[in-house]
């Protein structure tokens, strides 16, 4: 089993910055890829940016050149940096694990989420 706790959220101005951290325990297999998605009232769940165990990154269009996806292998914890945050990143943001096993069966486990408000 794997434990996935979110912290950071909170309540900004446009143009303003925040940082969310995710920490995972548990049965984390070397394979692993770590994300942040996020869900808005009334809209699907998207998801924002990722990471992999070995550092491939990839992001949303919507929030290129403004957040930073990064990770410590060591404590299996993984931040997003979020700068120059408009109202319309309003929403909760969840972290996402996914782990493959020595067998090539992926897990997928997800935090309870943390509210993040922009005003205007």
């Known amino acids: 089993q794997v434990q996935v706790v979110e912290s950071g959220g909170g309540e900004v101005q446009a143009g303003g910055s925040l940082r969310l951290s995710c920490a995972a325990s548990?049965?984390?297999?070397?394979?692993?890829?770590m994300g942040w998605y996020r869900q808005a009232p009334g809209k699907q769940r998207e998801l924002v940016a990722a990471i992999t165990s070995g550092g491939l990154t990839n992001y949303v269009d919507s929030v290129k050149g403004r957040f930073t996806i990064s990770r410590d292998n060591a404590k299996n914890t993984v931040y997003l940096q979020m700068n120059s945050l408009k109202p319309e990143d309003t929403a909760v943001y969840y972290c996402?694990?996914?782990?493959?096993?020595?067998?090539?069966?992926?897990?997928?486990?997800w935090g309870q989420g943390t509210q993040v408000t922009v005003s205007a």
């Open positions: 996402n694990v996914d782990t493959m096993t020595p067998l090539s069966s992926w897990f997928s486990y």
């Open positions: 548990g049965r984390i297999f070397n394979d692993n890829r």
